[in-house]
């Protein structure tokens, strides 16, 4: 099973941007396709983004579509989830996930108005 650990989270201003990362351990990720989902205090995780194995396709939640680009450089064993022009209702945990069922532990992102 592949082990994920998130970072790049942060305190930053409304307009501003973060990049976060997804390093994988344990199995190649270029085994999976990978997600990146986001939990908000009191609310349900959502999906915000997904990569295929090879990086040819790119899925996006409608909230973050135009703002927020995931890529994966699998040389690195690496998915990157790039946010700009974030808004306070990005606010919340984020995740990756490869595969059915390996997650990370999460990284906090806050975006202030």
């Known amino acids: 099973q592949v082990q994920l650990v998130e970072s790049g989270g942060g305190l930053v201003q409304a307009g501003g941007s973060l990049r976060l990362s997804c390093a994988a351990s344990?199995?190649?990720?270029?085994?999976?396709?990978v997600g990146w989902f986001r939990q908000a205090p009191g609310k349900e995780r959502e999906f915000v983004a997904a990569i295929t194995w090879s990086g040819g396709n790119t899925y996006y939640a409608d909230s973050v579509k135009g703002r927020f680009t995931i890529s994966r450089d699998n040389a690195k064993n690496t998915v990157y989830l790039q946010m700009n022009s974030l808004k306070p209702e990005d606010t919340a945990v984020y995740y990756c996930?490869?595969?059915?069922?390996?997650w990370g532990q999460g990284t906090q992102v806050t975006v202030s108005s």
């Open positions: 996930k490869a595969g059915a069922n390996s």
């Open positions: 344990g199995r190649t990720l270029s085994d999976y396709a």
